[in-house]
C-alpha cells in the first residue's frame, strides 16, 4: 500500500453522527487525495490537497470536511450534512504535479447504519 | 463530457490464458493513461501509466497498449495466475484531474 496508512478498515456509525477517518503517509509526498467508491461507479474525488494548509473540493466535496495541517496526514471527516455515507473510502498521495503516480491507501468501509 | 468506459464488465478465464481488458476514452485534453488492478477491499495498485507519446508499456506480465488517436487502450495480461483474480482500473488524466473508469472484474480459475 506504498506507504500509506488508513483507519480504521471497517467503521460503522449511526445517522446523524459525524465521523473521521484517518490517513498518513510516510512517502513525503507533497499531495494527498480523498476518493470514494461505490458499487458499479469510478472512484469519484472528494478533496484533495497540493500542499500544508491549503485544499479543494473536488467533485462530491458536499458533506464532507478536510484539514491538512501536516504533510503526513489528511483526515476526513463525513459530516451529517452527507445524504448517503456508506461507502469505501480511498486516500491517495502523489508528489506535488497530481500527473505523478498516485499510491493509495488501503482503505476505509464506513457503514452507516 | 469526459467519461472512461471499460469492457468486458467482468471475466472469467482459466489460469493460464491470456486475456485483453479494453478501456475507451472521450477525455480531453489528455494527458496520460493508467491502469491500476484493486484486490477485493483494497486500495489500487498502479501496473503502468502512459503518456501521449507512449504506444505500449509493460509490467511483467501485463501490458498496456495505448492508442491515442482513436482514444483506445488495452491491458493484456499474459499465463494468468489465480493471484491476477482482480478488478483492473483505467484512469485517464486530463489538464487537472483523473477520470476514473468502473473497471473490470478478473476472475481466474484453476
Known amino acids: 500500500d506504498g506507504g500509506i496508512t488508513q483507519s480504521p478498515k471497517y467503521l460503522f456509525r449511526k445517522e446523524g453522527q459525524n465521523v473521521t477517518l484517518s490517513c498518513e503517509q510516510n512517502?513525503?509526498?507533497?499531495?494527498m487525495y480523498w476518493y470514494r467508491q461505490d458499487p458499479g461507479q469510478g472512484l469519484r474525488l472528494i478533496y484533495y490537497s497540493q500542499i500544508v494548509n491549503d485544499f479543494q473540493k473536488g467533485d462530491i466535496a458536499e458533506g464532507y470536511s478536510v484539514s491538512r495541517e501536516k504533510k503526513e496526514s489528511f483526515p476526513l471527516t463525513v459530516t451529517s450534512a452527507q445524504k448517503n455515507p456508506t461507502a469505501f473510502y480511498l486516500c491517495?498521495?502523489?508528489?506535488?504535479?497530481?500527473?505523478?503516480?498516485?499510491?493509495f491507501g488501503p482503505g476505509t468501509r464506513l457503514t452507516v447504519l | 463530457k469526459n467519461q472512461v468506459e471499460q469492457s468486458p464488465q467482468s471475466l472469467i478465464i482459466l489460469e493460464g490464458k491470456n486475456c485483453t481488458l479494453q478501456?475507451?476514452?472521450?477525455?480531453?485534453?489528455?494527458?496520460?493513461l493508467r491502469w491500476y488492478k484493486q484486490d477485493t477491499g483494497r486500495g489500487p495498485v498502479s501496473l503502468t501509466i502512459m503518456t501521449f507519446s507512449e504506444n505500449t508499456k509493460s509490467n511483467g506480465r501485463y501490458t498496456a497498449t495505448l492508442d491515442a488517436d482513436t482514444k483506445q487502450s488495452s491491458l493484456h495480461i499474459t499465463a494468468s495466475q489465480l493471484s491476477d483474480s482482480a478488478s483492473y482500473i483505467c484512469v485517464v488524466g486530463d489538464t487537472d484531474k483523473l477520470i476514473f473508469g468502473t473497471g473490470t472484474r478478473l476472475q481466474v480459475f484453476p
Open positions: 491517495a498521495s502523489s508528489d506535488r504535479d497530481k500527473y505523478n503516480e498516485q499510491f
Open positions: 478501456c475507451n476514452y472521450t477525455v480531453s485534453p489528455f494527458s496520460n
Open positions: 512517502l513525503n509526498h507533497d499531495a
